[in-house]
């Protein structure tokens, strides 16, 4: 039997819904059908589609995305700081559990209201924040981020002179996402044990399809570099346990 696999890192990229060029990119069609079809070998059971720079505060892809992948999917998304409680609360009943800032990219709102908005939307709905950031970044924000009721960062914090700080930051709680191998400049399998040996229920694997700007897309192999680092349990963690209990499906 295939094991189960939490993908807690994918983006569904719709030109049915609205698009905005991020530095005068704009990425191909990945279509929801598209992502299915990429994850069929793997044995992937649920997952997070995470709105990217490109989609910026639009909802319209997001809720169509869920609504095609199913109960076992949910969504992070970027929306305003003004954004009403009812909306919010539409949002969750249709499966989102996070808000992103994009600090690397763009899109979202902006860091100065993370705390505000962390605390709120968690209050109003239990969400957790998401942050694509370098982890060169990570020393200037933590003050904050280790005060945040839930938080997780994207892509192992892509930079190695950041490591330390992501360390110390799984250790105080944040979820970690271990994905985007391709978009970091260090060597994984230590740096996936330091994180592991750091919090048990910090790393969450993702395949981070379709790997838009990646140097090096998403592999398969990417999986056993994971199971390389980690031993059987800490494994099972990884792909699956922890995301699912995280992203409160």
């Known amino acids: ?73 949910v969504g992070v998304t970027q929306v305003p700081a003004e954004i009403g ?47 694509y950031v370098d982890a060169r970044e990570l020393a200037d924000l933590a003050p904050v981020l280790r005060h945040l009721p839930a938080a997780s960062i994207d892509h192992l914090g892509l930079s190695r002179d950041g490591l330390p700080e992501l360390l110390r930051l799984a250790e105080a709680g944040v979820r970690i996402k271990a994905c985007g191998f391709g978009r970091v400049d260090f060597d994984v399998v230590p740096a996936l044990r330091d994180i592991e040996a750091a ?12 790997s838009t700007r990646a140097p090096r897309p998403f592999a398969a192999s990417d999986i056993e570099l994971i199971g390389e680092a980690l031993g059987a349990e800490a494994l099972e963690r990884a792909l699956w346990r922890n995301a699912w209990a995280f992203y409160r499906c």
């Open 85 to 131: 409680d009812t909306e919010l609360l539409q949002l969750d009943a249709a499966g989102v559990r996070a808000v992103r800032f994009n600090l690397k990219r763009g899109g979202s709102e902006h860091i100065e209201q993370l705390e505000r908005m962390a605390a709120r939307v968690y209050e109003l709905a239990g969400w957790h924040v998401e942050l």
């Open 199 to 210: 919090n048990p229920h910090a790393l969450m694997f993702g395949t981070d399809l379709p």
């Open 1 to 73: 039997m295939t094991r189960p696999i939490f993908d807690a890192h994918c983006h569904i990229i719709d030109p049915r819904f609205p698009l905005v060029a991020n530095n005068g990119y704009l990425p191909d069609p990945f279509s929801a059908a598209d992502y299915l079809a990429s994850v069929e070998p793997l044995g992937i059971q649920g997952g997070a589609v995470v709105s990217g720079s490109f989609q910026a505060l639009d909802q319209s892809y997001l809720l169509a995305a869920l609504q095609y992948l199913g109960p076992t999917f």
